[in-house]
């Protein structure tokens, strides 16, 4: 199939482990917050959002938080399974528009 | 599968012909957006419908694109006179507009083009 990010940052976990994904965003006036994950030949998708009025957000397995003073968005995974293993983007919006990071390829090993 | 189709799913073509994809959003989704995505790249925003009205365009959206969405629920997105340079992953979003979380964007599979 085809590779999605071929030059991407990588992190790699072993399988248990927890994985911490960073990104940094540009505007300041950006209000919500995506985290979408990519795997190679699929569409990006969606994991968890924030609004910019929180800094924690928690889903199932997966927490975002958001720093607004220094701009930097972080989604947390607990117990990385194989299964996680993709591109993973943040995005950000102030409208409508999605404003896609440069992605992180992320590695369970097992 | 988020529900949000797209066809082909693979076209290869030579430069210079024109190419149309297609987009069958989630059917209540009344927004509808096209992106591109280069190898390596996060998705870049070409354009955005809310119902039949296509409200904004990028600038990365020359003028040998042209999006369609006729009746406020398929899309098409028309490539003339391809270039290299047009081989992406084109992929389609559509969000709701009344009800839920708007702003959630919803992602077809792409159709990945490549211009030889």
Redesign the interface.
């Known amino acids: 199939g ?7 940052p990588t992190l790699s976990v072993q399988e248990g482990d927890n994985s911490i994904i960073n990104c940094a965003y540009s505007n300041s006036a950006s209000d ?1 917050f ?1 985290w ?1 994950k990519q795997e190679s ?6 994991i968890i ?1 924030i609004r910019s009025n929180m800094d924690k957000r928690q889903g199932q397995r997966v927490t975002v938080l958001l720093n607004k003073t220094v701009k930097h968005l972080s989604l947390q995974i607990a117990a990385t399974q194989p299964g996680d293993s993709a591109v993973y ?1 943040c ?1 950000e ?1 102030r409208t ?8 992180t390829r992320l590695k369970v090993l097992a | 599968d ?1 529900g ?1 189709s ?1 066809n082909p799913r693979h076209k290869i073509t030579k430069r210079g012909q024109n190419v149309t994809f297609r987009c069958d959003p989630i059917s209540e989704h009344n ?1 509808l ?1 096209w ?1 591109r ?1 280069t ?7 070409l354009t ?1 419908f809310q119902n039949e009205a296509q409200l ?1 365009k990028s600038r990365l959206l020359s003028d040998r694109f042209s999006a369609e969405r006729p009746k406020g629920s398929f899309s098409t997105l028309e490539i003339q006179r391809t270039e290299q340079g047009d081989s992406a ?1 084109y ?1 389609c ?1 559509s ?1 709701a507009g009344t009800s839920g ?1 708007v ?8 159709t ?1 083009l490549t211009v030889l």
Not at chain 1, 2 to 8: A, N
Not at chain 1, 41 to 46: H, M, S, W
Not at chain 1, 96 to 103: M, P, S, V, W
Not at chain 2, 39 to 45: I, S
């Open positions: 085809e590779s999605v990010g071929l030059h991407l919500y995506i979408y030949g699929k569409g990006p998708q969606f959002d983007f995005a919006s409508y528009k999605y404003i896609f990071g440069t992605g | 988020t949000v797209q927004r957006y992106y995505q190898l390596g790249q996060g998705p870049e925003f955005y904004e992953m992929l979003a969000s979380n702003n959630e964007q919803f992602f077809g599979p792409g990945r």
